[in-house]
Structures are given as structure tokens and as C-alpha cells.
């Protein structure tokens, strides 16, 4: 059973301080042009982190900088944002980033993440978990509706 819980959000986003104080680098963390990630080791956990909208991937510096002692954390770059391409023929669409998601796990040998998602992140984590539940080991969204706007919502976001 999958859980979703906002305790681990807040823990996530309160380590921000607490790696300043500390003096943890992810210096050691592997920069490729579309993912941000720590060295794989087979006995850890992994996290899969999903920005949000206009964000990329060095969102998450700090929180990876925290639990890569821990786990094998994982930044992507969404299609058409930070380090990643604007493509013309992909759909920007929450089914089309999870099936990003989806590939980029198969890719790189991730059976299961942990995954956490901010804002359109935790929509696109919402429908990975709804297309492919067993890649999903549990789920955190942070500031994420889980009810797709309407049209009228989407006309007023400017």
C-alpha cells in the first residue's frame, strides 16, 4: 500500500536550513543534461523528485544534497524545461510526462522510486501513479491540486 503523506513534504523542505548549517555539498552528485542524481547503490531506496512549473531540476539540490546518504536520488529536467530540450512533437500533457517518467526509470534501471512531485510535479506524480502503480513504492505531493483544473481555472492563471 502506497502511502501519500504531507509529513515528509515538510520534513524535506525544513532540511533546506539544516544543510547550510551542516555544510553537506552535492558536489558528488552526477550533473548529466537532463538529470541530476547520486551514485546508485543496490541497497538503497531510491527517489525519484518531479519539478514543477517553470522549475527544473536544481529545485531539489538541497533536499538531494540530505538524503543521498540514505537513498539514490534522482532530479529529472521535464521535457522543454531547464537542461531539457523543448521538443515539438511531444505533447506537454500530465499523461505524456508521466510516460517520461516511466521511460526514464526504465532507462536507468529504476524498478521502484519513492516519488515526490511540487506543484505540476505532483500532478505528473499523481498519473505516473495511476498509469504505472508498480513503479511507485509510495508518493509525497507538495502544493499539487488533485482535481485537474478547469478551463475556466486555466484561462485565470495569468
Not at 1 to 16: D, E, G, N, P, Q
Not at 105 to 117: D, L, Q, R, V
Not at 127 to 156: C, F, G, M, W
Request: hydrophobic share 35%.
Amino acid at each position: 500500500m502506497m502511502k501519500i503523506t504531507s509529513f515528509f513534504a515538510a520534513v524535506l523542505f525544513c532540511l533546506y536550513p539544516l544543510e547550510h548549517r551542516q555544510g553537506h555539498k552535492v558536489s558528488d552528485s552526477l550533473i548529466q543534461k537532463n538529470v541530476m542524481n547520486t551514485k546508485p547503490e543496490d541497497n538503497r531506496p531510491n527517489i525519484l523528485f518531479i519539478h514543477g512549473f517553470p522549475m527544473s531540476k536544481r529545485i531539489w539540490k538541497s533536499q538531494i544534497a540530505v538524503l543521498k546518504k540514505s537513498f539514490n536520488c534522482y532530479a529529472i529536467d521535464l521535457p522543454g524545461y531547464g537542461d531539457n530540450d523543448f521538443k515539438n512533437d511531444f505533447e506537454h500533457s500530465t499523461d505524456s510526462y508521466a510516460d517520461y517518467v516511466d521511460g526514464f526509470m526504465s532507462e536507468n534501471g529504476i524498478e521502484k522510486a519513492n516519488i515526490i512531485g511540487m506543484s505540476m510535479g505532483g500532478s505528473i506524480a499523481l498519473n505516473l501513479t495511476r498509469r504505472y502503480p508498480e513503479r511507485v513504492q509510495s508518493l509525497t505531493i507538495i502544493h499539487t491540486s488533485a482535481i485537474p483544473d478547469t478551463e475556466a481555472e486555466k484561462l485565470n492563471r495569468d
